[in-house]
């Protein structure tokens, strides 16, 4: 009996051990699956409940402002990630590009097939290129598809800059404001020689030459009169006082230079004529050839040796680098404001130079799977509060309401806008848009403070009398070509031209000049003639 009640409970403790070492097995089991099913998740396998989300890189510029926060990874880039990424399982990825490499950067990118989905440029022929070489791809059905909105903001004339053979290939930004380049000149010096704004070539030259003799300012080593390296621009209005009238749109189309000037046209060469009386004389500052980031000028300026120079044309009352702000705590009282003194010499008129109606390129990469979600990107950006935050930020922070209108703040910290009113997030558009002309700008001129009441005639006199670039509906092979070499070239045969020897003038530019055309300007002018003939047949 006894042995049988041990082979029982032995039976028993038997059974209860067998149990429990299946129960473990199956404990075991379960948490495995548990482990691999979070696997499977992760992966975004059959059994996952959710799609692992798409990555859609973004380029964005880094102008290196002071104070700036980290412009891949910071307050704006965090909101939209949460305001678009999320709701539509993409995480934004930005990929800094610095504002002084940007074609650089982007053809290194291109040729080597690391462009982020969305990349851009503000050159027509480096998009040119691209397409030709099958680069880019074609965005017409995603379009179509998912950018209604977006077709809407922009509408067909805007699209049709980034339209090559009946395609979409680039979309284009909305510029909104037009206004190219500006003349400025410090107003208490005028005040102090009982001086009015000069209108014509000789009431400025006269004014530098007071500048330089009398020096109302009583500074060291004043400065006249200044440029940078970039002539082409910062002396576009000057150009267009020399050049002979009337000229038509086809010539200003086959003989404009690389940085778009009348290069060719009949008095261009006298304007730069002019530019190496002004440097011989003293009254165009020695060093603007070697200011290649304006910062010579910027300095200049701010200190207080610099009486006019040229530039954007709302340049001394920005924010950034704060021209009229800096200079008034060097030297109280003291500004600078615009002027139109460069009549034509042949109709009077002062005839300008302004911006086509789109602004920058968006492009997507031939190499990209991401093409739908880059335009649904764009697409959402058209929403009206998504692009008022986007530029304006929170009330109280970023802006404040001025009868009913937003001025732009400058705040520090996580929210500060690293470049005026935060357009390199806002793709879509190159500056503030209300939706209203004339609401934009009013809210223009609030986004200056300390110079509202200057930038009506900073606008009016940059648009009086001005004309946009003519374009056809391609860029010349040439143009494509010898773009950038020619650049370069441009700004080389300003610098020699102007600085050299009144004397030696004529044939420097001769010189030059023929550098220039076999450097590829003969081919780009022989082929703007054949594109233009086909397009005007």
Same mark, same amino acid.
């Given at each position: 009996?006894?042995?049988?009640?041990?082979?029982?409970?032995?039976?028993?403790?038997?059974?209860?051990? *067998?149990?429990?070492?299946?129960?473990?097995?199956?404990?075991?089991?379960?948490?495995?699956?548990?482990?691999?099913?979070?696997?499977?998740?992760?992966?975004?396998?059959?059994?996952?409940?959710?799609? %692992?989300?798409?990555?859609?890189?973004?380029?964005?510029?880094?102008?290196?402002?002071?104070?700036?926060?980290?412009?891949?990874?910071?307050?704006?880039?965090?909101?939209?990630?949460?305001?678009?990424?999320?709701?539509?399982?993409?995480?934004?990825?930005?990929?800094?590009?610095?504002?002084?490499?940007?074609?650089?950067?982007?053809?290194?990118?291109?040729?080597?097939?690391?462009?982020?989905?969305?990349?851009?440029?503000?050159?027509?022929?480096?998009?040119?290129? #691209?397409?030709?070489?099958?680069?880019?791809?074609?965005?017409?059905?995603?379009?179509?598809?998912?950018?209604?909105?977006?077709?809407?903001?922009?509408?067909?004339?805007?699209?049709?800059?980034?339209?090559?053979?009946?395609? !979409?290939?680039?979309?284009?930004?909305?510029?909104?404001?037009?206004?190219?380049?500006?003349? #400025?000149?410090?107003?208490?010096? *005028?005040?102090?020689?009982?001086?009015?704004?000069?209108?014509?070539?000789?009431?400025?030259?006269?004014?530098?030459?007071?500048?330089?003799?009398?020096?109302?300012?009583?500074?060291?080593?004043?400065?006249?009169?200044?440029?940078?390296?970039?002539?082409?621009?910062?002396?576009?209005?000057?150009?267009?006082?020399?050049?002979?009238? %009337?000229?038509?749109?086809?010539?200003?189309?086959?003989?404009?230079?690389?940085?778009?000037?009348?290069?060719?046209?009949?008095?261009?060469?006298?304007?730069?004529?002019?530019?190496?009386?002004?440097?011989?004389?003293?009254?165009?500052?020695?060093?603007?050839?070697?200011?290649?980031?304006?910062?010579?000028?910027?300095?200049?300026?701010?200190?207080?040796?610099?009486?006019?120079?040229?530039?954007?044309?709302?340049?001394?009352?920005?924010?950034?680098?704060?021209?009229?702000?800096?200079?008034?705590?060097?030297?109280?009282?003291?500004?600078?404001?615009?002027?139109?003194?460069?009549?034509?010499?042949?109709?009077?008129?002062?005839?300008?130079?302004?911006?086509?109606?789109?602004?920058?390129?968006?492009?997507?990469?031939?190499?990209?799977?991401?093409?739908?979600?880059?335009?649904?990107?764009?697409?959402?950006?058209?929403?009206?509060?998504?692009?008022?935050?986007?530029?304006?930020?929170?009330?109280?922070?970023?802006?404040?309401?001025?009868?009913?209108?937003?001025?732009?703040?400058?705040?520090?910290?996580? !929210?500060?806008?690293?470049?005026?009113?935060?357009?390199?997030?806002?793709?879509?558009?190159?500056?503030?848009? *209300?939706?209203?002309?004339?609401?934009?700008?009013?809210?223009?001129?609030?986004?200056?403070?300390?110079?509202?009441?200057?930038?009506?005639?900073?606008?009016?006199?940059?648009?009086?009398?001005?004309? %946009? %670039?003519?374009?056809?509906?391609?860029?010349?092979?040439?143009?494509?070509?010898?773009?950038?070499?020619?650049?370069?070239?441009?700004?080389?045969?300003?610098?020699?031209?102007?600085?050299?020897?009144?004397?030696? #003038?004529?044939?420097?530019?001769?010189?030059?000049?023929?550098?220039?055309?076999?450097?590829?300007?003969?081919?780009?002018?022989?082929?703007?003639?054949? *594109?233009?003939?086909?397009?005007?047949?």
């Amino acid at each position: 009996m006894r042995k049988r009640i041990i082979r029982i409970c032995s039976f028993f403790l038997v059974s209860l051990m *067998l149990i429990s070492l299946l129960a473990a097995c199956d404990s075991s089991n379960t948490s495995d699956n548990s482990d691999n099913a979070a696997s499977s998740s992760d992966n975004g396998s059959e059994d996952s409940n959710q799609t %692992p989300p798409t990555e859609l890189t973004v380029e964005v510029f880094d102008r290196a402002t002071p104070g700036q926060t980290p412009v891949d990874n910071n307050y704006w880039t965090k909101w939209i990630q949460d305001n678009f990424g999320t709701p539509n399982n993409i995480n934004v990825k930005f990929v800094p590009c610095p504002r002084s490499e940007e074609v650089q950067r982007l053809n290194l990118w291109m040729a080597s097939g690391t462009a982020p989905d969305i990349s851009f440029t503000y050159d027509l022929p480096v998009v040119y290129n #691209f397409y030709q070489q099958g680069g880019l791809a074609d965005l017409t059905d995603a379009l179509n598809q998912h950018g209604s909105d977006l077709k809407t903001y922009l509408g067909e004339e805007i699209l049709s800059y980034g339209k090559f053979d009946d395609k !979409q290939y680039a979309i284009p930004a909305k510029r909104i404001i037009t206004a190219m380049a500006g003349t #400025f000149v410090r107003e208490d010096w *005028l005040k102090k020689l009982n001086s009015q704004t000069p209108s014509t070539i000789d009431e400025f030259t006269n004014m530098l030459k007071a500048f330089k003799t009398q020096n109302p300012g009583n500074v060291k080593n004043v400065i006249p009169y200044t440029l940078t390296s970039d002539v082409g621009y910062t002396a576009s209005n000057l150009f267009e006082a020399f050049i002979k009238q %009337p000229v038509s749109d086809k010539d200003r189309y086959i003989y404009s230079s690389a940085s778009g000037q009348g290069l060719f046209l009949p008095g261009f060469k006298d304007g730069v004529k002019y530019l190496n009386k002004l440097y011989n004389e003293g009254m165009l500052s020695p060093n603007f050839a070697l200011d290649k980031d304006g910062k010579l000028l910027e300095q200049a300026a701010i200190n207080g040796t610099l009486g006019a120079y040229g530039s954007n044309y709302d340049h001394p009352i920005r924010n950034i680098p704060g021209i009229n702000m800096n200079l008034a705590k060097n030297v109280p009282g003291a500004r600078f404001i615009p002027i139109d003194p460069f009549a034509n010499l042949y109709t009077g008129e002062t005839l300008k130079q302004r911006y086509a109606p789109n602004g920058l390129y968006n492009i997507v990469p031939k190499s990209s799977e991401h093409v739908n979600e880059a335009i649904k990107y764009l697409n959402w950006m058209t929403d009206k509060d998504v692009l008022f935050f986007l530029q304006y930020g929170n009330e109280g922070i970023g802006h404040k309401m001025v009868n009913g209108i937003p001025q732009v703040l400058t705040p520090t910290g996580e !929210q500060m806008f690293d470049s005026l009113q935060n357009i390199d997030y806002t793709l879509i558009v190159n500056g503030a848009d *209300l939706g209203d002309e004339e609401l934009n700008m009013k809210a223009q001129a609030l986004t200056y403070p300390g110079g509202e009441d200057l930038y009506p005639a900073c606008y009016e006199l940059a648009m009086k009398n001005s004309f %946009p %670039p003519v374009q056809l509906s391609k860029p010349t092979n040439a143009d494509v070509k010898y773009d950038a070499t020619l650049a370069e070239k441009e700004k080389e045969l300003y610098a020699k031209c102007i600085t050299c020897k009144p004397a030696d #003038f004529d044939s420097m530019w001769d010189t030059m000049t023929k550098e220039y055309l076999q450097a590829g300007g003969q081919q780009i002018i022989d082929e703007r003639k054949a *594109l233009w003939d086909e397009e005007h047949k």
